[in-house]
Structures are given as C-alpha cells and as structure tokens.
C-alpha cells in the first residue's frame, strides 16, 4: 500500500458480482477502506472471501506479502443495508444495467450519504445524465466505467454529466491513478469512449462477409495477420458472446437515432435468435470442442507454379505502394512488363484504394479477365499475410496464377471475392473515420481516445496513431471511394479526417 493518502478514504461498492469484486480489489489495494453490499444475501461476504482467496494466490506467487494481505483484507468491510454507507466519500454502484433500478438506488444513496459523498455508476451503455436526473445534487453524479477484469484492464472512463461539476471529474481522475490506472475523460454520450470507438471493427467485418466476400474466418485470419488484431472480430464475438454484444450494436445504433455508421447485421440478430451465442455454448462463429476453436485449413494455391511458368505481371500506375510492389516481383523474379499498356497475356495487377478491381479494370481499359487486385494499405513488408481479389470476369487460370504468384516466397495469400476496399482498407478506414467523428464532437482528447482503445479494446495502434501512421490521405482516399462504390452514408468521411486528409496534417492535431 502506497504511504500517499488516497483521494477517497472510504469507499463503498453497491453490487459485488465480477466488476464489482474487481473494483473493490483495486481500491483496498489503494488503500481505502471499502464497504461491500449487495441486495442478494451473503453475496457481499463470498465477495470478501473471493478477494482473500485471490490475494493468497497471489502471496503464493510471491507477487504480494502476507502482511499486505491482511492489510488489504482489513480493508474490506461489510454493510448490510445501505445505511451502512454513510460514512462513504465515495459510492460506486457496479448493478444490472436497468436505468430505473439505478435511479431508485440513487436517491436512497442520495439521503443516505454526506453531501461531499461523490456518486458514481459504472454503466457502459446508459446515459449519465439520465440517471443523475432523480437526484436533487446531480452535480456530484459521474460515470465511472471500468472494464472486466477490473485489475488487468487498466483504463477508466470517467465521465461527466451534462450537470457534473468539474471538481468531481478531477478528484476522480486523481484517485484513477492512485488505484494504477489509466483515466480517459469522455462527455456523456452513447458509449463513451471505447463502446463508440469499437463500433467500426464487428459491424463492418458482418458487412463484408453478408456481401460472401468471404467468409468468418477469412476476415479473422487477414485482420489478424495483416493489421496485428490479437482477436478477429468473429473470434471476439464468440469470446463476448452475441447475447452481449448484438444488443450493444442495436443499444448504440437507435441512441444515435440510426446513425449509418453504426448500422448492426441481421447476421447477428438471426445467430442470437438461433441461441448460437458463442464459445460459452460451444458453437459460435466457430464451432467449439473441449473449450477449443475448431478451424478448417489453410486454402493452398491448386498449382504449384514457379517465376519461370508464371504469365509475365503488368502493374497498373496508379497501383498504391507500386514501388514497393514493382520490387517485390522483382524479387520473385517473375517478368514485368513496363509498357504503357499490359500485352495480350500478361497478368494485370491493381492495388486501388477503397474502389472494387471492376471498377479499376473498366477505368483503366484493363481486360477484366486478366485483372486480379492485391491490397496495400498496410506495407507488405508490416504484415503477414497478402489479400488478393478477382472480379467476376477473372480467368481460373489468372486467378490461380495470381495465388501462386504472391505465394511465392511462403507468405500466407488470402483470395477473395471483389469488393471495394477489400478486408483491411474497409474495417480500418471506419475505425479511424469513427474516431475522427469522436474527435469533431469533442467527446474526448485524441490523446485519450487512442489511449483508451489501445487499453481498452487491445488493438495494435490507437485508431488516429494508426490513421497518421498509414496516410490520412489514404484513408480518406479509401472512404471516399468506397462511398462511391456502395452509395452508402456509412463511408462519408468526417470532417476531422477530410480536412486533415487534405491538409497531409496529422489527426492528432486539435483545432484552437
């Protein structure tokens, strides 16, 4: 335990189911002396003795002493009705998600405690504002959103209401740090930070596949291996389970009155009607057995083909990164054809931005049949696996050519059905996109966004880090054309993205 004083000495959790445990543990680690209640009997006392077990694991691992053990365990304390929170400076309530269960419990808190006593709920969906509303002192009312498992997932949002006074934010901000984790502000709106910033991954991975460009685990294996995701989305659906997350993707799409960005899948809603929720259930996206991901293997190039029975390549000029792609078939030592023009039997590779091959095949006056598309947004050499896609007019025979083609050197080849923007080009660009639109709404800093997706959603970058790494231009680039491509509000670029787009500035630069 740390010699400084903690911000709040005495701190109450309402509700002592998994988050509510995490919470305490952290806090009594603090320091401060916490209240443990619950409405259902003795749960409060098999949370005490949960915590006491954790902390003896932990003393076996030589993580902590003994001696700060007992002191941690002496912390904990029992209340056995709400009056016995009185004497709190602090009351988390961590309950079921209903927001009238959670106005009820607030103003009996709201007679109860002191008025110095900060209220704080930990709800991931509801508005804070709302539930702040039964209270007659709605200024000391804040969010304060964990994630499970509270004492891993080291970030916070703490959130104001459209009443809360500003010093309640600092004092929580202040004991954030103090209990070892990391806060991020966030205005109250539909999913904070990191709910909201999460919506471009699943929803545009479900889009992509009810388009059969591919299917589940494709889209799992190029995100994973081309952009560094440690889950693809399906993988991440089934470990959350859609009886959570489908209601999350409604819950946030009608708060934003239907916003197109944010629109679910009827993929989802059908699997959670048919009960296939997941891992917990054994059947998901995947199939599960023993607890274990059942996988089909990996589709191989049907000929093995070497540089030397390949069809020459002609690259098309405006293909991205083609400098870097012209070096890679050089060092595959295939021919490359350097006309102005590919001849009668070359294979003619594109590497558009957000447009479908089709499209670029037709504008560019390429034989459709010969025309088969690689995706570089993301540097070839940053991942490890390539994406390559036909149109509906391509040859077999290119098609497989193509496949051995990028396969040459061993790396994993992905083919796919035509779409604009591929895989990775579609679910980044939105992800960025959304967070730009955070950032235009001033829900939070771009500093804390990034912070806060990287702890909180684990992805490799944070998505303006990442939008600034790849090129705002391409990502705008990508977004428009998809928007041309599919006619849909979806892909309209936000403001934030399109001027910073246009100005090669990064997305990290705020406005004065």
């Not at 932990?58 to 365990?73: D, G, P, R, W």
Request: charged fraction near 20%.
């Amino acid at each position: 335990m740390s010699d400084v004083q903690p911000e709040f000495k005495k701190v109450a959790l309402v509700g002592t189911g998994a988050m509510g445990m995490g919470i305490a543990q952290i806090c009594a680690q603090s320091g401060s002396v916490v209240y443990l209640f619950d409405t259902r009997p003795g749960a409060a006392e098999e949370a005490r003795k949960a915590l006491k077990d954790q902390w003896s694991r932990l003393v076996q691992k030589s993580k902590i002493t003994q001696e700060q053990l007992n002191a941690y365990h002496e912390c904990l304390l029992i209340a056995n009705a709400l009056e016995d929170l009185s004497a709190a400076d602090l009351v988390i309530e961590a309950i079921v998600e209903r927001i009238e269960i959670k106005k009820e419990l607030f103003s009996k808190l709201e007679s109860i405690v002191s008025d110095q006593c900060v209220l704080v709920t930990n709800t991931s969906s509801l508005s804070v504002t709302a539930i702040a509303a039964c209270l007659k002192t709605p200024a000391r009312f804040a969010g304060y959103h964990f994630f499970n498992p509270v004492p891993l997932m080291r970030v916070v949002e703490v959130i104001a209401g459209l009443k809360t006074q500003g010093q309640v934010c600092e004092r929580l901000t202040s004991y954030s740090r103090q209990i070892g984790h990391t806060p991020v502000r966030a205005l109250d709106t539909p999913g904070f930070i990191v709910n909201h910033a999460g919506r471009g991954y699943g929803t545009e991975a479900l889009r992509i596949v009810s388009e059969s460009i591919c299917d589940f685990a494709t889209v799992d294996k190029v995100l994973k291996d081309q952009a560094g995701f440690k889950l693809g989305p399906f993988e991440l659906m089934d470990l959350t389970a859609l009886d959570v997350s489908h209601p999350v993707m409604e819950s946030i799409y009608q708060q934003y009155y239907e916003e197109a960005r944010y629109r679910p899948s009827y993929i989802t809603a059908q699997r959670l009607a048919a009960g296939v929720l997941g891992k917990k259930v054994g059947e998901g996206f995947y199939k599960y057995e023993n607890n274990v991901q059942q996988t089909s293997p990996e589709p191989l190039p049907l000929k093995t083909l070497n540089a030397q029975n390949l069809p020459p390549v002609w690259v098309s000029a405006r293909a991205a990164r083609r400098a870097s792609l012209l070096q890679m078939l050089k060092d595959f030592g295939v021919t490359i054809e350097t006309s102005a023009a590919p001849s009668n039997e070359a294979l003619c590779i594109v590497a558009p931005l957000g447009l479908d091959v089709t499209t670029v095949a037709i504008l560019e006056r390429l034989d459709p049949a010969r025309t088969v598309g690689i995706d570089l947004l993301i540097p070839d050499e940053s991942t490890k696996r390539r994406v390559i896609a036909t149109n509906p007019a391509t040859r077999d025979d290119m098609r497989e050519s193509a496949h051995a083609l990028f396969a040459l050197d061993g790396k994993s080849v992905s083919v796919i059905r035509d779409s604009g923007g591929f895989v990775t080009q579609r679910v980044i660009a939105n992800i960025v996109n959304i967070a730009c639109d955070m950032c235009q709404q001033s829900i939070c800093t771009p500093e804390d966004l990034d912070t806060a997706v990287t702890l909180g959603l684990g992805y490799p970058l944070g998505p303006l880090k990442w939008g600034d790494l790849l090129g705002p231009d391409n990502i705008l680039e990508t977004l428009l054309n998809l928007q041309t491509v599919y006619g849909d509000q979806r892909y309209r670029p936000s403001p934030w993205l399109r001027r910073r787009g246009a100005l090669g500035i990064s997305l990290m630069q705020r406005e004065h």
